[in-house]
């Protein structure tokens, strides 16, 4: 199994542009989390999907800030117009949905975002 | 709402040295918890999780971690610590009303050779 995949890696925008995130979860896996990393903040939940379907964004910090899930192995998070203060390390995660027990979160390997 | 603290910012230990790192929570519900990694430039990875049953919980790599209820703790353990366990540690508590982690902010752990 590849592991959660996220693209791209790396980032480098200016102020205004339009940035787009990119996850492919773990087949199989139905819940697919957004993370947030920065040295201020740390790590914070921004949005999560059930089923394709979004739980809770109340982590989202504005309305620049959008994701979507059309289907099972995709999610977008996107950014518009992007801000220096958005540059941080944004982290996709999946992992089975379970009614009576939680499952792992698996994480991908993030993408460094820079906006200057 | 949930909050996890750890209160060990950076930590600079020897080889062979013990490590301890504290964690502690607030919150009301039924309790799940977890440490994760991260190495230098990769993505965070799971040490070990307490849902139930026994509070001392072993994890990969030689780790463990106790779940004390009275103490609202779940520090990390390790008795003789390598220069490869150099990464960030982050304890975590499951919302699963929610079904989201939210996380301490994270202990760097540097190990000198």
């Known amino acids: 199994d590849a592991g959660v995949i996220q693209s791209p890696r790396h980032e480098v925008t200016e102020m205004g542009q339009e940035v787009t995130l990119r996850c492919k979860p773990i087949s199989g896996h139905n819940s697919l989390f957004w993370y947030r990393q920065t040295m201020m903040r740390g790590l914070e939940l921004l949005i999560y999907?059930?089923?394709?379907?979004?739980?809770?964004d109340s982590g989202m910090p504005e309305d620049r800030f959008s994701a979507k899930m059309p289907n099972a192995s995709f999610s977008t998070l996107k950014i518009q117009p992007s801000e220096p203060r958005d540059s941080a390390v944004y982290f996709c995660a999946s992992t089975p949905l379970g009614t009576f027990s939680y499952n792992e979160q698996f994480f991908g390997p993030g993408t460094r975002l820079t906006v200057l | 709402a949930q909050s996890v603290s750890q209160h060990n910012h950076h930590v600079i230990l020897s080889e062979a040295a013990s490590l301890e790192l504290g964690c502690n929570y607030s919150y009301g519900g039924t309790v799940n918890l977890f440490w994760y990694v991260q190495y230098p430039g990769q993505h965070l990875q799971l040490l070990l999780k307490?849902?139930?049953?026994?509070?001392l919980v072993k994890g990969i790599k030689g780790f463990e971690a106790e779940f004390i209820k009275s103490k609202f703790s779940f520090n990390l353990r390790k008795p003789s610590v390598q220069w490869s366990d150099t990464a960030e540690y982050f304890c975590?508590?499951?919302?699963?009303?929610?079904?989201?982690?939210?996380f301490g902010s994270g202990t760097r752990l540097q190990v000198q050779p």
């Open positions: 999907f059930n089923n394709n379907v979004p739980i809770d």
């Open positions: 307490y849902f139930s049953g026994d509070p």
């Open positions: 975590a508590v499951l919302d699963t009303g929610r079904r989201a982690l939210t």
